[in-house]
């Protein structure tokens, strides 16, 4: 079980949990404004951040503000979390306009000048561009070739080939060719490599 340790901080109560692990009980915190120092060694060695949480009286009030030196996976995969999956975006199909959302997306393929978004329901056509597409939708899409954007939450698996390209089997079974220049960072956001 994880031991507690209670200190002042700027007027503030502190908690650092110590020991903790994924299958350690939750305590439930009151009487906020608290810093809440977690170490998640369980998921990142390095990982370690400061959340404040302060009680307001509306849902017009709350919000989220995130301070990072950087954005990270974890920053990405932290806001698309809070966001609730509210990225979304046009695509047609058969003259008729759908909006969907960015985490039914299993990936997004330029071909002679036109965008197709793949899904479990099908192929799409897009207006976008992939460069839009890649900035728009952030967090766990990347490029995997100069024509192609993957959600990395759909692979199922990778294995890779003498030529030094990867072959990524998505969730729906469709195997998806990660190309060399982009193998390094797909691997690294994998957790891989």
Not at 38 to 60: A, H, R
Not at 152 to 174: C, F, H, P, Y
């Amino acid at each position: 079980m994880a031991e507690w340790q209670t200190q002042q901080t700027q007027n503030l109560p502190t908690i650092n949990r110590v020991g903790s692990s994924p299958t350690s009980p939750t305590k439930v915190l009151k009487n906020p404004p608290l810093v809440v120092s977690i170490n998640g060694g369980f998921l990142y060695q390095e990982f370690l951040m400061q959340v404040f949480i302060e009680k307001v009286d509306s849902k017009e009030e709350e919000q989220a503000v995130i301070k990072a030196v950087e954005i990270t996976d974890e920053i990405s995969g932290a806001v698309e979390l809070l966001e609730g999956d509210s990225k979304s975006f046009a695509v047609s199909k058969d003259g008729k306009v759908y909006i969907i959302k960015a985490s039914v997306v299993y990936y997004i393929e330029s071909i002679d000048k036109k965008t197709f978004v793949y899904t479990k329901q099908g192929c799409y056509d897009c207006k976008y561009r992939l460069y839009e597409l890649e900035v728009m939708l952030g967090g766990y899409f990347m490029r995997c070739s100069k024509s192609m954007i993957i959600n990395l939450k759909k692979i199922k698996n990778v294995k890779s080939q003498i030529s030094g390209r990867v072959d990524a089997t998505m969730l729906n079974d469709e195997i998806v060719v990660i190309s060399r220049g982009y193998v390094k960072e797909v691997k690294r956001r994998l957790g891989i490599g």
